[in-house]
C-alpha cells in the first residue's frame, strides 16, 4: 500500500520524478537459523520484508510494523545491522523511487507464530533455512549475510 505522504509527494511531482524515501529492511532470523521472506507480488522475486518509515515514526518502530502489517508475525528489534540504499526503481504503476535502507536485525517476539500473507504486496511469506534460499537478487542475499554475521556494529557502504 502506497503511504499517503507519497501519494501526496507523487501528486505534486508526477510519476517521473525519482524520490528519495527513507525504507526499513527487517531480516527477522528464528531459533533455527531460518529467515522470515515474502514473494513480492509485484516482481515476484523473494526479499526480506520492507517497507517505507512514515513521517515521525521511529525506524524501529517502522520495521515491527511492516513485519505484522505483511505477515502478522510480531518481532522484536534486536539491532541496527546496516544502513545502505537500493537502486533506483521504477515500480509496476510507473513511478520512480530510490530508498535509503536501514536494515534491522530482528527475531520473532514468540517462536510459535506462523506467517500468512496479509496484505496485497505479498503472494506468498514463509521460513526458509539460510542453507537454501529461494531465488532471490544478490543483493538481498547480501544484505541478509550482512546480519548473518552478528556484528555488533552496523554496516555501511565506504565514502568513495
Known amino acids: 500500500m502506497i503511504p499517503d505522504f507519497v501519494s501526496d509527494l507523487r501528486n505534486a511531482v508526477g510519476p517521473d520524478c525519482l524520490l528519495w524515501l ?26 526480506p520484508l520492507s517497507g517505507i518509515v512514515e513521517p515521525g515514526e521511529d525506524p524501529a518502530a517502522a520495521v515491527a510494523r511492516e513485519v505484522e502489517e505483511e505477515t502478522g508475525v510480531r518481532v522484536v528489534v534486536e539491532r541496527l545491522a546496516a544502513v545502505t540504499h537500493s537502486p533506483p526503481v521504477r515500480h509496476s504503476n510507473g513511478h520512480r523511487a530510490q530508498y535509503l535502507e536501514i536494515v534491522f536485525a530482528c527475531r520473532p517476539a514468540d517462536p510459535r507464530q506462523v506467517p500468512r500473507v496479509c496484505d496485497d504486496e505479498s503472494a506468498a511469506v514463509g521460513w526458509f533455512p539460510l542453507d537454501a534460499l529461494p531465488p532471490m537478487s544478490e543483493r538481498m542475499r547480501e544484505l ?17
Open 22 to 47: 527513507p525504507g526499513v529492511v527487517a531480516v527477522v532470523r528464528d531459533e533455527h537459523k531460518q529467515v522470515l521472506l515474502q514473494r513480492r507480488s509485484a516482481a515476484g522475486l523473494w526479499t
Open 144 to 160: 541478509i549475510a550482512v546480519v548473518e554475521k552478528d556484528e555488533q556494529r552496523a554496516w555501511f557502504a565506504p565514502a568513495p
